[in-house]
Structure formats: C-alpha cells, structure tokens
C-alpha cells in the first residue's frame, strides 16, 4: 500500500545570515507559526560576487522547516526580517521523511499564530 499523501507537502528552506541575526531571526519565525522548528549551523563561511567584487563572509546556515502553503508568507517575512539586501531564501521539497516527524512538524504548522 502507498504511503498517504502528505496533507502539507513539506519544504527547506536555505537561509544563511549574520550569526548575531541567526537566533532572532529563527524564533520570530517559529514563535509566528511560519515554521516548526530551525536548526542553526554554526561556523559557514559564504564566498561570492556582490556588486562586482568578491566576498567571503563568516555565516550561519538556517534550515527551516515548513509546508508549502506557508512559503510565500514565510519567503516575504525572512524579506522583512533579514539585514541583507537580497537574502538567500531557497526552498526545496521534502520527498519523505519520518512520518512521526512529519506528523509533528504538520501538527506544529496546523496550529498557527
């Protein structure tokens, strides 16, 4: 028998940030019901191209956890949120996971703010 279709597809999302930003920015987001939980990975370095010059940049790595019917309001308050001018925001989809950590992560989401 197949598995039972997710009743919130879920989504990472990628956000990297200034370490001093990373804490507030993860509870804000969960403490408003835009996702269930944030793992904050410490100690990224980012190297890129920004107007032209190279950079490298001491980071934190968030991987939020969420549903798919969020990511519009959850990609537009990381916008709001974020000291960035043009924050990472990726989004990708969970294919499978635990079922009693998906089923937690829906309840979580379900219950809103």
Do not use: F
Not at 15 to 35: I, K, Y
Not at 44 to 49: A, C, F, I, K, L
Not at 97 to 104: A, E, I, L, T, V
């Amino acid at each position: 028998m197949p598995p039972s279709p997710n009743p919130s597809p879920a989504i990472l999302v990628l956000v990297t940030c200034p370490a001093a930003a990373s804490e507030d920015l993860s509870s804000r987001l969960v403490e408003e019901g835009l996702v269930a939980c944030v793992n904050i990975i410490g100690n990224v370095t980012s190297v890129y191209s920004w107007q032209g010059r190279l950079c490298s940049e001491p980071e934190q790595l968030l991987v939020l956890k969420t549903g798919r019917a969020l990511w519009e309001a959850l990609r537009d308050r990381i916008k709001e949120l974020h000291s960035y001018e043009v924050p990472e925001i990726i989004c990708l989809p969970i294919e499978d996971g635990y079922k009693p950590y998906m089923d937690w992560m829906n309840s979580v989401l379900s219950q809103g703010k």
